[in-house]
Nanobody, 114 residues
Framework: QVQLVESGGGLVQTGGSLRLSCAKS????????MGWYRQAPGKQREWVAR???????NYADSVKGRFTISRDNAKNTVYLQMNSLKPEDTAVYYC????????WGQGTQVTVSS
């Protein structure tokens, strides 16, 4: 059974940093594209970043230059380094395994105070 477990969320002040982790178990990690999404209160879930199995990355315009996605295939883990955080980054952050089939983690809360 595939599981994605996120960690690393928390409360941080504007301009601060956090690093999210997503550990995958239950299937081969290295072959799939992995991504991060987020959902703010009252808003739809939005894509944040993705990384392919070969390490190619893409970012939403809203986080480009501030966030960095990376992966460690040996540890079955994908990371999201978030710098220069803003209050509008406040959301529940979800890890996604594109698959197919696609899997989601349970989410981790990130709150940026002004």
């Amino acid at each position: 059974q595939v599981q994605l477990v996120e960690s690393g969320g928390g409360l941080v002040q504007t301009g601060g940093s956090l690093r999210l982790s997503c550990a995958k178990s239950g299937s081969i990690f290295s072959i799939n594209t992995m991504g991060w999404y987020r959902q703010a209160p009252g808003k739809q879930r939005e894509w944040v970043a993705r990384i392919t199995r070969t390490g190619n990355t893409n970012y939403a315009d809203s986080v480009k230059g501030r966030f960095t996605i990376s992966r460690d295939n040996a540890k079955n883990t994908v990371y999201l380094q978030m710098n220069s955080l803003k209050p509008e980054d406040t959301a529940v952050y979800y890890c996604n395994d594109l698959g197919p089939p696609s899997y989601w983690g349970q989410g981790t809360q990130v709150t940026v105070s002004s």
